[in-house]
């Protein structure tokens, strides 16, 4: 027995060994795998490493059998078996790389399960902890999908029945949904129509809690749709059948998503949900251009699928709401929406917008059986009425009742009834009606009132369509012209004619004024179309035109043979700069078997701005087997002939231009031989070698093919003098040479590229009596690869040396820019003739600069100099000399300095220069300082002011500029002899009626001043009668766009005015500016010359006030009464006891300064030239003379006697400036001869 029990706990010991053995050893691992893979053919791979109590290692583990296909390179499983004694699994790994799984395409459908809604959940006796789980690269393949993973990593916990999973990540996951037939769908699988659409619940086995899913990287393709997701986030806590807390976040290239929300999915999947999403600039880019980049929506739904309330905010480019409730549990689809929106704009950004739609509301309510649709808004375009539009209306899934579509503006409306079918064809039957509509609105040159009706039919069956107006009726005025517009059209498709157009007019009859068009036919099966014209005022069709046409329009025979006849004549035709005097055109043109015929266009003058052709003649006629053109006219600046043959065979056009005579303004051109020409089917062209000869200048072009997709084309220009070129210089500048030039031009795909080269023999430019020779003048351009090259190369012993290399890299892009500059001594008396009011330029430029950047933001460095510099002006305002400038530039940057002499003065140039912003040419802001200091420079206008100026200015540069400094005085000498128009002040009272005020805007700088003006000691006036220095300091002031103002005061030193014919010595004299210059202040106190007055009486005049309203008052000393004061002031004595005739002689003095204007705007007026009134002599002896030239150089003046009967006449002649012969008739005659000369002191 004991023996027996021992055999027993033997064997007991011995199994347990080797169950020990085969489950707890690997070698036992390994046995036991061999034996199932061995016995089970499905199954293979690799047991490496591992046992029961802690894991295994798989390589090459596969499962194959009629339903599945499974493969993973390596499997790490990594557990702790021994924890299952306290009911726990925690494992440590779960890792496949390279795995895949598919299904078979033969796969039958899987059969749906029962149904688990009342399912259990699952009790799991275990707590399952998973440390790491990672998959590389797996891949899912079946009939309905491919799903490539490249990596998941995750963690997982099942504690108590719940599922956490704290952290996942997944990166590069691509979704492939393969394109299959639908099989359709049973009627009788199908809910009855009015029943409600039931869900089945669903519930989760057990509760599962996602922390947080990462993927990056994402891929959604289905046929053409392919979105990229380049990252999601999603969370969420489910229990049963509730899912809440749930977020998910996305990043599309279209969009970024947030939604939050929960949902119960039981019943009717109550919900509720917010998503908010940010449109970025590719969504629909193609369509709208990135319009919608940046617009915001919110989207909130709440309630269940049995009834949702939705609510959508849009703000951004597009600013609108929608909300409203469907249903789409239910068969029809309930719904009940209103969209309202804001102001929205077309294009959606910029400016200006096309159209606008403003305020406005859209409602849908019903369902796909059957809704009610309603539309309210107002619609604006530029320069154009606001128009409201109303639309009511019904519809269902096959068809739209459009009850009332109203177009309305404050005086006029159109509305729309009609019916649209879609249901086997589409269909739409309707009826539009004007009420007082005025196309002026629209088009302004055409106001007027139109009412009418039109009826409308169209119809679309298998691609066929018919469009049928049965009823045209419109009456009403344009322009005060009647318009009436009567008749019935139809067209539809007619693929068997040559025109795959079948149309029928019947009785179309269209009046304007006295302008009427009729047309009555048909162009089907036969073809008898007859249209006539009789516009005997086309002024009443459009202001614009003028003048007459009539005509008629015939077309008979059938589709495959027509004949067409035509004729067009007017007297003339005026529109708006084109004038056509006496035109006509007729013609008739048949088809058999071969379409023939001729045509005939002729016009005895036609007028525009810029180019008159007299007895224009055009005439075409024969068949396709052989026809001619010929084409002449007369004129300016260009006229000529041309004749030209052709044939149509096996579908491609041959012809020949046998003559072609062009006269320009640069001559004579003729083609040499005839021009041999022909054109395929497909419009691609070949053309023979050609030359275009014009005395000894010749074009040749060499034999050219052409096509919309590639062409190319060689040239060559030889003996081309510049003579030819004449009507187009200066009048006295003339170009001495010949210019060759050879090119050539290609193009593949729209692609094109350009090579030319300009080259002249050594010339001479000429201007009066400047001349300058030059010996090489060569011009490269080389246009390959999106890449522009450029070179210009020019010498001349006499105006120096250039060297320009310029090279734009990727033209229509980037515009990437390089090249140098190298100028040597480049002369620029040349210029001179091509600068207005410059009668002589000198000096030499020499530049050397490398050219970086883009052509919109260029950067140049390198030196630019300016030496021996000089120039003159044809009104000798300044005379410049010896200017020196020199400007070194670094990138965007420069740096300036220089001198010259302006006269006998030296002015100071430099500074800093900035270029900044981008560069065109209309705009190039500059930021940088700039300084300007001189000494005594020259300036002057001739019979004006000669001044001597020493400025010290500074200049800054940028988004404001600024100009602030000193300029100093020393010296100038002011002679005005006559007040300039620009000066005489206009009546406050008067009315200007102008376009514009250039007064006001030269008032306004577009920078800020402030510079202090300082008048040295040597300042001379001599103006109406003033003669006296000046002194003072005056503080200029300007802020941008705003009037000059002045602070400070100008004194007059040792003043003399002569007033009311008498001398005034000035004792004290100010002009006081504080504010505009305009309106100074003045202090003014002016005596009679004590030796002009027979006694020590002190009289004189002070004035005090503004410029335009000045106060004077005349005072003496001693006191004496007005009468008195004014006799000293005039007269240098007092009135001598009641004296009349002094006066008389003091009103006389008066009168004849105040009218003297008068009598000289008279006198010019009726033809004579510095016509003047004033007086000569004293007491008894006063005269009053008048005074004109009635010739250059011829003067004669009449002088009356005040007090006697004794009047004078002289003549005086001038024989050269200053010299002047005088014949004097009177009490008694005299011929003098006088020459006149002024002393003036020298200058300190």
Same mark, same amino acid.
């Given at each position: 027995m004991r023996k027996a029990l021992y055999s027993v706990a033997g064997v007991f010991v011995l199994i347990m060994l080797i169950l020990t053995t085969l489950l707890f050893s690997h070698s036992g691992n390994v046995f036991i795998w061999n034996q199932f893979s061995q016995r089970i053919d499905a199954l293979n791979g690799e047991l490496i490493d591992g046992q029961l109590m802690s894991g295994w290692t798989m390589k090459n583990l596969s499962w194959q059998d009629d339903s599945v296909y499974f493969y993973a390179e390596t499997i790490r499983l990594s557990w702790q078996l021994s924890a299952l004694l306290d009911k726990k699994l925690p494992i440590q790994l779960i890792e496949i790389e390279d795995s895949k799984l598919l299904l078979p395409s033969n796969n039958a459908e899987p059969s749906s399960p029962e149904d688990d809604s009342s399912a259990s959940p699952l009790d799991i006796p275990l707590d399952i902890t998973i440390e790491h789980i990672r998959i590389n690269s797996f891949k899912f393949e079946s009939s309905v999908a491919t799903v490539?993973?490249?990596? $998941?990593?995750?963690?997982?916990? /099942?504690?108590?029945?719940?599922?956490?999973?704290?952290?996942?990540?997944?990166?590069?996951?691509?979704?492939?949904?393969?394109?299959?037939?639908?099989?359709?769908?049973?009627?009788?699988?199908?809910?009855?129509?009015?029943?409600?659409?039931? &869900?089945?619940?669903?519930?989760?086995?057990?509760?599962?809690?996602?922390?947080? &899913?990462?993927?990056?990287?994402?891929?959604?393709?289905?046929? %053409?749709?392919?979105?990229?997701?380049? !990252?999601?986030?999603?969370?969420?806590?489910?229990?049963?059948?509730?899912?809440?807390?749930?977020? /998910?976040d996305i990043e599309h290239g279209m969009a970024s998503a947030s939604l939050k929300g929960s949902i119960d999915l039981s019943g009717n999947y109550p919900l509720n949900a917010s998503l908010n999403a940010r449109i970025h600039k590719p969504f629909l880019e193609k369509e709208l251009h990135g319009a919608l980049d940046g617009e915001h929506l919110t989207l909130t739904a709440s309630g269940d699928l049995a009834q949702l309330q939705l609510s959508l905010d849009a703000q951004g480019p597009v600013t609108a709401n929608l909300h409203g409730s469907v249903s789409p549990l239910v068969q029809d689809f309930p719904f009940d929406l209103i969209l309202n929106w804001k102001d929205l704009n077309w294009p959606l950004t910029g400016t200006p917008s096309l159209i606008s739609v403003n305020q406005g509301n859209l409602s849908l309510a019903g369902s796909l059986q059957g809704y009610d649709i309603q539309l309210n808004s107002g619609v604006e375009i530029p320069r154009q009425p606001p128009i409201h539009v109303q639309l009511q209306g019904a519809g269902d899934l096959n068809q739209l009742t459009v009850e009332q579509l109203l177009l309305k503006e404050p005086e006029s409306h159109l509305t729309l009834q009609g019916h649209l079918n879609w249901k086997e064809s589409i269909h739409w039957q309707g009826k539009t009606t004007l009420v007082d509509v005025n196309p002026g609105l629209w088009a302004p040159a055409i106001p007027g009132k139109l009412n009418g009706v039109i009826d409308s039919d169209f119809t679309l069956i298998n691609n066929q369509w @018919?469009?049928?107006?049965?009823?045209?009726?419109?009456?009403?005025?344009?322009?005060?012209?009647?318009?009436?517009?009567?008749?019935? &059209?139809?067209? !539809?498709?007619?693929?068997? =004619?040559?025109?795959?157009?079948?149309?029928?007019?019947?009785?179309?009859?269209?009046?304007?004024?006295?302008?009427?068009? %009729?047309?009555?036919?048909?162009?089907?099966?036969?073809?008898?179309?007859?249209?006539?014209?009789?516009?005997?005022? /086309?002024?009443?069709?459009?202001?614009? /035109? %003028?003048?007459?046409?009539?005509?008629?329009? =015939?077309?008979?025979? =059938?589709?495959?043979?027509?004949?067409?006849?035509?004729? $067009?004549? %007017?007297? @003339?035709?005026?529109?708006? @700069?084109?004038?056509?005097?006496?035109?006509?055109?007729?013609g008739k043109i048949t088809q058999d078997k071969q379409i023939h015929g001729q045509t005939q266009i002729t016009l005895s003058e036609l007028l525009t701005d810029d180019l008159?052709?007299?007895?224009?003649?055009?005439?075409?006629?024969? *068949?396709?087997?052989?026809?001619?053109?010929?084409?002449?006219?007369?004129? !300016?600046?260009? *006229?000529?002939?041309?004749?030209?043959?052709?044939?149509w065979k096996n579908k491609q056009w041959q012809g020949q231009l046998s003559h072609a005579a062009l006269n320009t303004p640069i001559e004579t051109w003729s083609l040499e031989k005839p021009l041999r020409i022909s054109v395929d089917q497909h419009l691609n062209a070949k053309l023979s070698g050609q030359c275009w000869v014009s005395g000894e200048a010749r074009l040749c072009i060499d034999d050219t093919k052409l096509s919309d997709q590639k062409g190319s084309a060689r040239f060559q220009l030889a003996q081309f003098n510049f003579k030819r070129l004449s009507p187009f210089l200066p009048s006295d500048t003339s170009w001495q040479s010949t210019l060759s030039a050879q090119g050539q031009v290609h193009w593949l795909d729209n692609e094109p590229s350009i090579s030319l080269q300009l080259e002249t023999t050594p010339g001479t430019l000429s201007s009066g009596e400047l001349s300058f020779d030059y010996n090489q003048l060569k011009l490269l351009l080389n246009f390959q690869n999106q890449r522009l090259n450029s070179s210009l190369q020019f010498q001349s012993n006499q105006l120096g040396v250039a060297n320009v290399n310029v090279a734009i890299d990727d033209i229509q892009s980037q515009r990437k820019l390089s090249g140098n500059l190298d100028l040597s001594k480049l002369r620029l008396d040349f210029l001179a003739p091509f600068i207005p009011d410059i009668s002589s330029l000198d000096g030499a430029l020499s530049a050397q600069a490398k050219l970086d950047g883009t052509l919109d933001k260029p950067r140049i460095y390198g030196d630019l100099l300016l030496n021996q510099g000089a120039l003159t002006t044809n009104t000798d305002i300044a005379s410049i000399t010896d200017l020196t400038t020199r400007l070194k530039i670094t990138g965007n940057k420069g740096v300036i300095d220089g001198h010259m002499m302006v006269g006998e003065g030296k002015l100071d140039i430099g500074g800093e220069l900035d270029i900044g912003g981008e560069l065109s040419w209309q705009d190039m802001p500059l930021s940088g300082n700039v300084t300007i200091k001189g000494d005594r420079i020259q300036f002057q206008y001739p019979g004006l002011l000669k001044v001597k100026v020493s400025p010290d200015l500074q200049f800054s540069l940028g988004k404001s500029m600024v100009l602030s400094g000193k300029v100093v005085i020393p010296w100038a000498r002011i002679e005005i002899q006559d007040l300039p128009k620009s000066a005489i002040k206009v009546s406050d009272d008067a009315i200007i009626i102008s376009n514009d005020s250039p007064e006001a805007e030269q008032d306004k700088a577009p920078f800020n001043m402030k510079i202090e003006v300082v008048l040295g000691d040597d300042i001379k006036l001599d103006a109406y009668g003033l003669t006296t220095n000046l002194e003072g300091r005056l503080l200029l002031t300007q802020e941008t766009g705003h009037s000059l103002e002045g602070n400070g005061s100008i004194q007059l030193i040792e003043g003399r005015y002569r007033y009311l014919g008498q001398d005034l010595l000035i004792k004290e004299g100010n002009i006081i500016f504080s504010g505009p210059l305009k309106s100074p202040y003045l202090v003014i106190d002016a005596i009679r010359n004590p030796i002009m007055v027979v006694d020590d009486t002190l009289v004189g005049i002070k004035v005090s006030g503004t410029v335009t309203q000045p106060d004077w008052e005349v005072y003496s000393q001693p006191v004496m009464s007005h009468q008195e004061q004014l006799s000293y002031l005039l007269?240098?004595?007092?009135?001598?006891?009641?004296?009349?005739?002094?006066?008389?002689?003091?009103? &006389? =003095?008066?009168?004849?300064?105040?009218?003297?204007?008068?009598?000289?705007?008279?006198?010019?007026?009726?033809?004579?030239?510095?016509?003047?009134?004033?007086?000569?002599?004293?007491?008894?002896?006063?005269?009053?003379?008048?005074?004109?030239?009635?010739?250059?150089?011829?003067?004669?003046?009449?002088?009356?006697?005040?007090?006697?009967?004794i009047s004078e006449v002289k003549i005086r002649y001038e024989l050269m400036p200053k010299l002047y012969l005088q014949a004097v008739s009177g009490l008694a005659q005299a011929v003098d001869l006088f020459y006149q000369f002024k002393i003036e002191p020298t200058e300190n």
């Open positions: 490539d993973l490249g990596s $998941l990593s995750t963690d997982a916990q /099942l504690v108590q029945n719940k599922l956490t999973l704290n952290k996942s990540t997944i990166d590069q996951l691509h979704i492939l949904i393969k394109d299959s037939e639908q099989t359709p769908t049973s009627n009788s699988s199908q809910p009855a129509a009015d029943s409600p659409i039931t &869900l089945p619940p669903m519930h989760l086995p057990i509760p599962i809690q996602l922390g947080a &899913l990462h993927l990056t990287n994402g891929i959604y393709h289905q046929s %053409s749709i392919k979105e990229e997701i380049s !990252k999601l986030h999603l969370s969420f806590n489910g229990d049963s059948s509730q899912i809440n807390d749930i977020q /998910l @018919q469009v049928t107006i049965p009823t045209l009726k419109i009456k009403g005025k344009l322009r005060e012209y009647p318009v009436n517009v009567s008749g019935k &059209l139809m067209a !539809k498709q007619a693929s068997n =004619n040559p025109i795959p157009i079948a149309l029928t007019v019947d009785k179309l009859f269209v009046v304007v004024g006295k302008n009427t068009l %009729s047309a009555n036919g048909e162009l089907a099966d036969r073809w008898n179309m007859k249209a006539k014209l009789n516009a005997t005022a /086309l002024t009443e069709i459009h202001p614009d /035109l %003028s003048g007459a046409v009539q005509g008629y329009f =015939n077309i008979t025979g =059938n589709a495959q043979a027509p004949t067409i006849q035509y004729q $067009l004549k %007017s007297p @003339q035709i005026l529109f708006q @700069q084109f004038n056509l005097t006496e035109f006509q055109a007729e008159q052709l007299n007895n224009l003649n055009i005439q075409a006629s024969g *068949s396709e087997q052989k026809h001619q053109m010929t084409l002449s006219a007369e004129g !300016k600046p260009i *006229s000529g002939s041309v004749n030209m043959q052709g044939s007269r240098g004595k007092g009135l001598e006891g009641g004296n009349n005739s002094a006066l008389q002689s003091i009103l &006389l =003095n008066v009168g004849i300064n105040r009218f003297g204007g008068v009598v000289s705007t008279v006198g010019e007026a009726i033809g004579f030239s510095d016509v003047t009134l004033d007086t000569e002599g004293s007491g008894s002896d006063t005269q009053v003379t008048i005074g004109a030239n009635i010739r250059p150089g011829l003067r004669l003046s009449y002088g009356a006697g005040v007090f006697t009967a």
